[in-house]
């Protein structure tokens, strides 16, 4: 069986790193098989859905590298939803409800205070045809919930969570439609589900009571529509934590922009989340392959997962230290190459630095005040300069037999007059870069300053 899994954001917001990793964990769990990754836009909310969220959807799914494989959208598959409600009304499985928000809120309070689950008391199916004909001859119009099956034990085996237990009757029906016609969550995600072949849901444990709920949508509409069809399975993954506990605002809500202007590389928040709450170790793994090969349902943890910010930057480093020129040519400055590229890397911590690096590759660079000493040491050196395949080698050779300097005075000097900074790229590796002219007019320079 081709595994197909989906992610199913609405588009009222852009991604946060929680739908990113559930995004990507769906993404993970169809390519590791050679299955299929469904994009479902969950937009039956007109009013809070936007178009230039589902374009940023889509952009934010691109630049991470997770091309779904097929996209499908709620808002089209409307006369779908109301096949299937129309099905599940002749079953008897959908009743409608006229309480107001007031009246609910009275009831749940009620409840509460004789110790009562709040629930929802199936008060609607206590009225009689008349009684129900007398509230919409005053202009109520219904809501519907669902009807759940009491006497049916709720179990799955959780792929994450393991074996899981719900007594129907401890959960209230839900409500599906409201009065104005429009579709609640539930029931077209399970209609959708089921009519594009989702074999696995993978999502956060907030939807774990959703899950159980549906599970009885899904036999119902099975009994209802189409006997061949077949419920997914089920698996429901710890929630994202911050370091210190829970969330913040501010790292909950961190999306692609904000990664990507802080420079952060998407290989690196792959690496991170696909591992993140795992008992794998997070690495800076930059091949998707050996991150999907270790990728396995079983690894994941039921504690909560700790986003650290700190440790996205150290992965990112690592990656930044190990990517190709190929890979980052166009954002690089002008005129820098593969050898800039080479010399310049390990002092990344973000692809957007190197620009600040090549400038003392191309100057003009901002000398400190040398001491006398150093002005001698440095018109020695300007002299002592030859050009040849490894000429801070030959230079600081050289230098180290007639002046007898070593180890930082020797170099500092140097490395200041050439760069104007105190530490830096690899100086053997930077050299050859700058040119023997402009290194020799450096050198004279800082030498006569
Ligand atoms: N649109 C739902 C949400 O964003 C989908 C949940 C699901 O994966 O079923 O919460």
Not at 162 to 168: I, S, T, V
Not at 218 to 240: G, K, N, V, W
Request: glycine letters at 8%; one cysteine or more; aromatic letters at 6%.
């Amino acid at each position: 069986m081709t595994t197909v899994t989906r992610f199913a954001p609405s588009p009222t917001g852009r991604l946060h790193v929680g739908n990113i990793r559930t995004a990507l964990h769906n993404w993970m769990l169809a390519r590791k098989t050679g299955g299929k990754f469904i994009l479902r836009i969950d937009d039956t909310d007109a009013e809070r859905s936007r178009e230039e969220y589902v374009d940023a959807i889509r952009a934010d799914l691109a630049w991470l590298g997770m091309l779904p494989d097929d996209e499908a959208r709620q808002s089209e598959r409307l006369a779908k939803y109301e096949e299937a409600f129309a099905s599940l009304q002749s079953a008897g499985r959908v009743y409608p409800c006229y309480e107001t928000q007031q009246e609910l809120e009275l009831k749940r309070k009620i409840r509460l205070g004789r110790g009562l689950p709040p629930i929802y008391d199936r008060g609607a199916l206590e009225l009689s045809e008349e009684d129900r004909a007398a509230k919409e001859a005053q202009g109520i119009v219904p809501h519907w919930r669902f009807m759940l099956d009491h006497d049916e034990q709720i179990a799955w085996n959780d792929g994450v969570r393991g074996p899981q237990k719900f007594d129907a009757a401890q959960l209230s029906d839900p409500v599906v439609r409201r009065a104005d016609g429009s579709w609640l969550y539930m029931l077209p995600s399970a209609v959708d589900d089921l009519d594009m072949g989702i074999t696995h849901v993978l999502r956060g444990e907030d939807h774990v009571s959703n899950t159980a709920v549906q599970i009885q949508m899904f036999t119902a509409l099975i009994a209802a529509r189409d006997e061949t069809q077949q419920i997914p399975s089920f698996a429901h993954e710890a929630l994202l934590v911050g370091a210190e506990g829970k969330l913040s605002k501010r790292l909950g809500s961190l999306g692609c922009d904000a990664f990507r202007e802080r420079g952060i590389e998407p290989e690196a928040i792959i690496a991170l989340l696909a591992r993140l709450g795992t008992s794998l170790p997070i690495e800076p793994i930059a091949e998707i392959e050996a991150l999907l090969e270790t990728f396995e349902l079983s690894t994941f943890g039921r504690a909560p997962a700790k986003l650290d910010d700190a440790e996205l930057d150290r992965i990112n480093t690592a990656l930044v230290h190990q990517m190709e020129f190929s890979q980052v040519a166009d954002r690089l400055p002008q005129g820098m190459d593969e050898a800039g590229w080479h010399a310049i890397r390990p002092n990344l911590a973000h692809v957007n630095e190197a620009g600040q690096w090549w400038a003392l590759v191309t100057g003009p660079v901002d000398q400190p005040e040398f001491t006398q000493d150093d002005r001698a040491y440095l018109a020695e050196a300007a002299s002592t300069l030859v050009w040849s395949d490894d000429p801070w080698r030959s230079l600081t050779g050289a230098l180290k037999d007639t002046t007898g300097r070593k180890g930082k005075p020797l170099f500092l000097p140097l490395r200041q007059a050439l760069t104007g900074m105190d530490h830096g790229p690899d100086m053997a590796e930077l050299l050859p870069l700058i040119g023997e002219e402009e290194a020799h007019a450096r050198l004279t320079k800082a030498a006569t300053s």
